[in-house]
């Protein structure tokens, strides 16, 4: 399932670049439905660099996913390849369960829409292999399919669109 974000953020591309790449977990607290964003890792490279970050989310579980997705689940990996040189994020998702059976990876783009506004967009695909869950019947797998895809979407998603609002609060807060 292909996912799919574009933002405006009224902040320049080298700002709201660094501090996305650099303070997603402070940020974090202007998320009401992330509980945390922890960095597990941050290694220079040349061009950038490449961050492991656990995000940690505040969502509930669907009724029609709570025989096998569990609230101790909704927390994932971000494994990021920032590349300065692009302006741009190449980013993997893996959740903490179903990592053979659940595959998300993107890009973010940091383009300059302006001297004082910056668009990110964030294209990514998110693919899920039910048949291979426990507790999924394999016979309701593929009509299961497109709904869980949909609820993964629908958390990831927002999400990300909600730390484009609150980069923007943030970075208003720094310059005010």
């Given at each position: 399932m292909r996912i799919h974000s574009e933002s405006v953020i009224s902040h320049p591309q080298p700002v709201v670049y660094e501090a996305y790449r650099d303070r997603l977990s402070e940020i974090a607290a202007y998320m009401s439905d992330v509980?945390?964003?922890?960095?597990?890792k941050r290694e220079p490279v040349d061009g950038?660099?490449?961050i492991h970050n656990?995000?940690?989310s505040d969502s509930d579980v669907p009724v029609f996913a709570r025989a096998f997705i569990k609230p101790e689940m909704l927390r994932w990996d971000d494994f990021a390849d920032w590349r300065d040189d692009e302006g741009k994020v190449y980013w993997k998702l893996r959740l903490r369960v179903f990592t053979d059976q659940v595959t998300c990876s993107g890009?973010?783009?940091f383009v300059a829409a302006g001297d004082d506004r910056t668009k990110v967009v964030l294209e990514g695909d998110l693919d899920i292999d039910l048949k291979n869950i426990p507790g999924v019947p394999r016979l309701l797998a593929g009509g299961l399919k497109p709904k869980v895809e949909k609820f993964i979407v629908?958390?990831?998603?927002?999400n990300l669109e909600k730390v484009n609002e609150s980069l923007?609060?943030?970075l208003d807060e720094q310059v005010g």
């Open positions: 509980k945390e964003i922890q960095v597990e950038g660099v490449k656990v995000w940690i890009t973010n783009s629908g958390l990831i998603t927002p923007q609060t943030f």
